[in-house]
């Protein structure tokens, strides 16, 4: 099971690393310090601190989910979807400065983290509460994409 864990550590904090790596100046760019943000956009700090945990939470739930399930394909297969949308928002949105695509981009993440949360709660029961993080935290990082997005 660690060494499962240790997997999907490996593999989530590597696409924080790459989208950020893509992402060019991100937040600090000229560019989105010109956009009209959400009033409950949260401080720079919060979104390290955020995607810190909820990537920990993710591989744990992740390791589980492949352990439990006989369709590993399946749940590897949408992981990986998962993975490169996750990895796409950063170039989209900070470097080439399309919130349109971001959003989308997002949007897409979203359902797929929803597809986790609710398809396989009965199999996982309590581990379920792992992937909340994630799912509470793209809807939020929707809404401040989408403000961005009507409101520029």
Do not use: H
Request: hydrophobic residues 60%.
């Amino acid at each position: 099971m660690w060494l499962k864990i240790i997997g999907f550590l490996l593999l989530n904090f590597g696409a924080l690393a790459l989208g950020g790596i893509f992402a060019g100046s991100g937040a600090g760019s000229e560019w989105y310090a010109g956009l009209n943000k959400a009033p409950w956009t949260p401080p720079g700090w919060v979104f390290g601190f955020a995607w810190t945990i909820i990537m920990i939470f993710f591989s744990v739930y992740m390791a589980f989910l492949y352990q439990r399930k006989t369709e590993k394909r399946k749940i590897l297969a949408v992981y990986f979807i998962q993975w490169l949308l996750n990895v796409a928002w950063n170039p989209a949105f900070f470097f080439y400065n399309k919130a349109n695509v971001g959003l989308v981009v997002i949007v897409c993440l979203t359902i797929l983290v929803s597809y986790f949360l609710f398809n396989f709660r009965r199999d996982l029961k309590g581990y379920s509460l792992l992937i909340l993080p994630y799912f509470i935290w793209l809807c939020i990082a929707t809404s401040l994409n989408a403000y961005i997005v009507f409101l520029n």
